[in-house]
């Protein structure tokens, strides 16, 4: 019995010891994902809300990167007057850019 | 002797218990590896640049099935506990990133593709989002082999993300068919906005002609365009304000088409665009939106004055 007991003891303490080891290395990693109350280091929880109903588009509305032939709504008739605006616009003397036009296949020229 | 059989099936027990428990403790530890963005590493910075896109799901495998389908994208599945990502390439190129997460019973959330911004300083730019407005939804934090990012709603409520790469940014280069080529923010106030970003990432800003009532912005960093901005549609006026992004098509009308075929719908059906293109809006059998864009390489040019 008294054997029984010691070495049921001395299993317990063991095992006691072996999960505080462990618990020790168990490190959080960043903040982010929350995986069952555990972080796993990956920040993205970020459903957009639900419900948004897309498109309304009409025939006025671009979205794509500019090409050549256009002018920026500042040149339009403002009679030389800067529009207000909560941002600080491109200096008139820079013309609007495209997206690069050099391709990993080659062709194009790369612009610098 | 129901003594000691008990008390050996207990000493079986914790025994099981012992050796089991570092394997589980060892599942639950593991850090979440994500490759690096650009393989190899460059030294390239292109703060103000769309670098990556992930995608946020709650089916991973019908995802994989759709944009395999739709682009030829393969894939490579990684996990971390019961975090599941998988990695998108085209051509051995990583073009996306794309994770697993349950929608819980009762959450009113849509699956959505999330824009991540070059920066070079993630809690710089956290210090720059929060004088300006924004709201931080994820603390900055680092990805082993991916770099530090943080993820943000904007003064408007739109979300995006900031990484600073640890393998440097992607080149300035022509993107591929079937490669994120152009980035979109629909918004409340263009205008408010467009000074936000411009704090954030120091964007030149252009203003251009739209539809009385609306305004079309570009933002534009190493004399490159990297993003539009623009207002809500006149239809739409309540719609949350959001970052959409383009893949490049040869066919926006047969993408469009094949992809109804894959699950998926169309939301704005091709039409064309300013640059003479068509571009189109879907959305994966999800419902997480994105938008197609034709492109030639003709069409990359700059507006002289």
Redo the contacts between chains.
């Keep these: 019995m008294n054997i029984s007991r010691a070495r049921w003891s001395a299993v317990v303490t063991a095992a006691g010891l072996f999960a505080v080891i462990l618990a020790g290395c168990v490190v959080p990693v960043g903040g982010g994902y929350e995986d069952g109350g555990v972080a796993i280091g990956l920040g993205v929880d970020y459903y957009e809300p639900y419900g948004a109903v897309y498109g309304g588009w009409g025939p006025g509305y671009h979205v794509a990167p500019y090409r050549g032939g256009g002018e920026r709504r500042d040149e339009r008739g403002g009679g030389g007057r800067e529009a207000s605006h909560a941002f600080r616009p491109a200096p008139a003397s820079h013309s609007i850019p495209s997206i690069p036009s050099h391709s990993r296949s080659g062709g194009g020229s790369r612009r610098h | 002797m129901r003594s000691f059989r008990s008390?050996n099936f207990?000493?079986q027990a914790?025994l099981a218990?012992?050796f089991s428990?570092?394997g589980a403790?060892t599942v639950?530890?593991a850090?979440?590896q994500?490759p690096p963005i650009v393989e190899p590493a460059s030294v390239e910075r292109h703060v103000g640049k769309v670098i990556f896109v992930?995608l946020?799901t709650p089916d991973l495998g019908a995802a994989e099935k759709f944009y395999g389908g739709l682009f030829g994208w393969t894939f490579r599945d990684t996990q971390?506990?019961?975090?599941k990502?998988a990695e998108a390439l085209l051509d051995g190129h990583t073009v996306a990133g794309m994770?697993h997460?349950e929608?819980r019973a009762g959450e009113?959330?849509?699956?959505?593709w999330?824009t991540f911004i070059a920066v070079r300083d993630v809690d710089a730019a956290k210090t720059a989002a929060l004088k300006n407005g924004a709201k931080v939804?994820?603390?900055?934090?680092?990805?082993p082999q991916r770099g530090r990012?943080?993820?943000f709603a904007d003064p408007q409520g739109a979300?995006f993300?900031v990484l600073a790469s640890s393998s440097g940014d992607p080149p300035?280069?022509?993107?591929?068919p079937g490669e994120w080529?152009?980035s979109?923010l629909?918004t409340s106030d263009p205008?408010?906005d467009?000074?936000f970003y411009?704090a954030m990432f120091d964007y030149?800003?252009?203003?251009?002609?739209?539809?009385p009532g609306?305004r079309?912005?570009?933002l534009?960093t190493d004399?490159?365009?990297r993003a539009?901005l623009?207002s809500l549609?006149?239809?739409?006026p309540n719609?949350?304000p959001?970052w959409?992004n383009?893949v490049r098509v040869d066919d926006a009308v047969k993408t469009s088409a094949k992809a109804v075929a894959l699950g998926g719908r169309v939301?704005?059906e091709p039409?064309v665009?300013?640059?003479?293109?068509k571009?189109a809006?879907v959305?994966d059998p999800m419902g997480a939106?994105f938008?197609l864009?034709e492109?030639t390489?003709a069409?990359?040019?700059?507006?002289?004055?």
């Excluded at chain 2, 971390?80 to 975090?83: F, K, L, P, S």
């Design positions: 008390s207990a000493w914790l218990a012992l428990f570092p403790a639950a530890a850090p979440l994500l992930e946020v971390a506990g019961t975090i990502y994770v997460r929608v009113q959330r849509q699956p959505a999330v939804l994820f603390e900055p934090h680092t990805i990012e943080a993820i979300t993300a300035d280069e022509l993107a591929d080529i152009w979109s629909i205008d408010t467009a000074a411009q030149e800003v252009f203003d251009l002609p739209a539809d609306f079309h912005l570009m534009a004399n490159y365009a539009s623009n549609p006149a239809s739409r719609m949350h959001h959409l383009y939301l704005v039409r665009d300013r640059h003479g293109g571009v809006l959305a939106p938008g864009l492109w390489d069409q990359s040019k700059e507006v002289t004055k």
